[in-house]
Nanobody
Framework: QVQLVESGGGLVQAGGSLRLSCAAS????????LSWFRQAPGKQRTLVAT???????MYADSVKGRFTISRDGTKNTVTLQMNSLRPDDTAVYYCYCVADRRSDWGQGTQVTVSS
């Protein structure tokens, strides 16, 4: 099992930036997939961005060009740099991973974007 702990959420005005961080309890070199999901009130949890151990990345259309996902093997973290934030980015953001053929979730961090 991999423990994931998110940090960096908060309140920001539209157009601003936030940087989310997710710390893993083991080396991220051994984790196949690291992703960020988000869930807005009354809506389903959806994929925001993914990075794989082979270096690939994928983004939801709604965040392309604004968000960047990256891994830091020295700190065992995956970060989500969020720029040009909009009110519809408001959600709880969750870190997710797949390793050893099982998946784990973090507890989530709230991001609120005011207009």
């Amino acid at each position: 099992q991999v423990q994931l702990v998110e940090s960096g959420g908060g309140l920001v005005q539209a157009g601003g930036s936030l940087r989310l961080s997710c710390a893993a309890s083991r080396s991220i070199f051994s984790i196949n997939v690291l992703s960020w999901f988000r869930q807005a009130p009354g809506k389903q949890r959806t994929l925001v961005a993914t990075t794989t151990s082979s270096g690939g990345t994928m983004y939801a259309d709604s965040v392309k060009g604004r968000f960047t996902i990256s891994r830091d093997g020295t700190k065992n973290t995956v970060t989500l740099q969020m720029n040009s934030l909009r009110p519809d980015d408001t959600a709880v953001y969750y870190c997710y991973c797949v390793a050893d053929r099982r998946s784990d979730w973090g507890q989530g961090t709230q991001v609120t974007v005011s207009s």
